[in-house]
């Protein structure tokens, strides 16, 4: 079977977005790290035990404790101020490979952070809902982490 236009849409996922963050560019990125990692929250806040091994290779994963937890991606590019890159399969435990890229310029006095996330695979109902809005969120606690500094 040939793959329709309308099948592809529904096994591929595509998020682009910006936010622009009143800090420089160097403790922007810094602020991306904790906020990826130990200071990871849903967006309700409800805290959110993630790590993060900022180099090439390095795992980005749920720490459950006691060696328990989810791996979510693996460092796939890193260019200290300006870029970090994701490749695995994010909170999926289905057939499901994402991209990720944060894009770090300075801009305005500031700092812009464009966002994407381009995923191929299955995704379920109920993740695909909160998708949008968790990346938005995970972008505005940077934004209040490094503006806070």
């Not at 622009?20 to 990871?40: C, K, R, S, W, Y």
């Not at 809902?129 to 990346?135: D, F, M, P």
Request: some cysteine; charged content about 20%.
């Amino acid at each position: 079977m040939i793959p329709t236009e309308q099948s592809l849409e529904n096994f591929t996922l595509n998020i682009s977005q910006e936010i622009h963050v009143d800090a420089p560019i160097d403790v922007t990125f810094a602020a991306m790290l904790e906020q990826l990692g130990e200071h990871n929250e849903r967006g309700d806040g409800t805290p959110m035990p993630m790590k993060i091994e900022p180099w090439p290779g390095g795992r980005w994963y749920r720490d459950l404790g006691d060696d328990n937890g989810h791996l979510w991606a693996h460092v796939q590019a890193i260019k200290r101020p300006t870029l970090l890159e994701f490749c695995g399969p994010l909170f999926a435990s289905y057939p499901f490979v994402s991209n990720v890229q944060y894009r770090l310029t300075e801009s305005n006095g500031g700092t812009q952070i464009a966002f994407r996330h381009s995923a191929l695979g299955f995704v379920q109902d109920d993740h695909k809902s909160g998708i949008k809005s968790g990346w938005a969120s995970m972008l505005e606690g940077i934004r209040k982490r490094a503006e806070s500094r």
